[in-house]
């Protein structure tokens, strides 16, 4: 659904803000003062306004809380989804929950307190404890009839979930199978036992790609205590999945990424973010000079080696780049596992040596040109060790570090690059000295 935005001076018309879409309205509110967007939000019936407010933007939400009356903002909140709610607690400072936590109802205090305990980036922190439960003794008329009567108040009812009297997970029942089974079956007999599941302490990442591996709108969340303690639902592991890859492309910029969006983030926060990578990776480029110092007297002798420099150090890194980006993909999405480093290394050093191959076929004929058939031989034969090298040296780093227990994704494009760069300046100018020297 499409709108035209409105000027951010002009006054939002009610029949504007009451026929938009809720996520489309909360972009427009994220432009407006807080002050404003509290007062359209506040003309809105409650079921809409607890919707909008979850589409808000972060800082938006924490904005409007600051401004909003306690009681009235307590309402918005109580019919929020359980895990938006978490969320924004989370969120708020001190005084900010202080005003607000008398306004909720003790049941909703409580649930805030359980869904904001879990450590950030779990299962736990992003699942929601609004899910349908059965027993399985019901059968599939009284089980409609009790889907019926949650309906209001859960995330989804499309899954239920058969628990026992310990609320111990059994298995799981959708609607359409209720629906299509003679009243009087048991959903004992309909339920799909041992159910995938994740506990509440895995990393969120794991119950978002458990979602897509098994296709599933929800995945139920146990605790330590083998009890079933929320779900986690697919638009909640969308978010986690596009958080994830954000992250990941951050590092393989060698940048931590700012809590703000980029285009919002301040001056200083960006500075310090990519700061302290870029000043260690100028030291690591001293090798390179290192390396230049070593074979002056081969570079003064031959200068039309310096002309092939450039290019051939940006080879080493664009194939570590690439390799590095492939596999940090693969092992993010569990593609590949730490074990399969050996197989894959000697599939990358063959489609290495090939791709070093066909780019040296092409230097070649510009060695030719600018120095004879002695530069061109040196050139070729550089330009497949420094692409080798980088492929190899991309490719392995991620499983180093995740053989460490780091995140792969650190072995960023810049580091790969910085240690491809020193690599290619060394194994040139050693080939050149080499090859120079015996003819």
């Not at 000697?346 to 030719?368: K, N, P, W």
């Not at 090298?389 to 994704?409: E, H, I, N, Q, T």
């Amino acid at each position: 659904m499409t709108c035209t935005p409105l000027g951010a001076a002009g006054a939002l018309p009610t029949e504007i803000a009451t026929a938009l879409h809720p996520a489309d309205l909360a972009g427009l509110l994220d432009q407006r003062p807080p002050a404003e967007a509290w007062a359209v939000l506040a003309g809105l019936p409650l079921a809409r306004r607890a919707e909008t407010f979850g589409y808000l933007d972060a800082r938006t939400q924490v904005a409007i809380a600051e401004v909003a009356p306690p009681r009235e903002l307590a309402t918005t909140v109580s019919a929020m989804d359980a895990d938006e709610r978490a969320d924004l607690w989370n969120r708020l400072d001190e005084t900010a929950r202080a005003a607000l936590a008398p306004a909720l109802a003790a049941a909703e205090r409580e649930d805030i307190r359980k869904l904001a305990s879990y450590a950030p980036g779990t299962a736990g922190a992003v699942m929601t404890s609004e899910y349908a439960v059965l027993r399985p003794e019901m059968t599939a008329r009284e089980a409609i009839e009790a889907l019926r009567s949650q309906a209001p108040a859960k995330e989804t009812i499309q899954v239920a979930y058969v628990l026992s009297p310990e609320r111990r997970l059994l298995g799981t029942v959708t609607l359409e199978d209720l629906v299509v089974a003679p009243a009087d079956r048991r959903v004992q007999a309909l339920m799909r036992a041992d159910p995938p599941f994740v506990r509440a302490e895995d990393p969120a990442v794991e119950a978002a790609r458990a979602i897509a591996k098994y296709d599933l709108p929800a995945i139920p969340v146990i605790n330590g205590g083998e009890m079933m303690v929320g779900i986690v639902t697919a638009d909640d592991a969308m978010d986690v999945a596009e958080a994830e890859a954000t992250e990941d492309f951050q590092k393989l910029a060698a940048a931590t990424g700012p809590h703000a969006p980029v285009g919002a983030a301040p001056l200083g926060i960006l500075y310090r973010k990519r700061v302290l990578w870029l000043v260690l990776l100028v030291f690591a480029n001293l090798l390179s000079g290192l390396g230049l110092a070593l074979h002056e007297q081969t570079l003064a002798a031959h200068i039309a080696l310096v002309f092939f420099l450039p290019l051939l150090i940006a080879s080493g890194g664009n194939a570590g780049s690439q390799a590095a980006t492939l596999m940090v993909r693969a092992l993010a999405t569990g593609e590949v596992v730490a074990r399969d480093w050996a197989r894959l290394l000697l599939r990358e050093a063959l489609v290495a040596v090939a791709l070093g191959m066909t780019m040296a076929a092409a230097v070649a004929l510009i060695g030719l040109w600018r120095g004879g058939p002695e530069i061109a031989l040196v050139v070729a034969i550089t330009m497949v060790l420094v692409v080798l090298a980088g492929s190899l040296v991309g490719m392995s780093l991620p499983f180093v570090l995740s053989r460490l227990g780091a995140d792969p994704a650190a072995a960023s494009a810049p580091l790969v690059t910085t240690m491809a760069d020193v690599a290619g300046v060394l194994i040139y100018l050693g080939v050149a000295t080499a090859v120079l020297a015996s003819l």
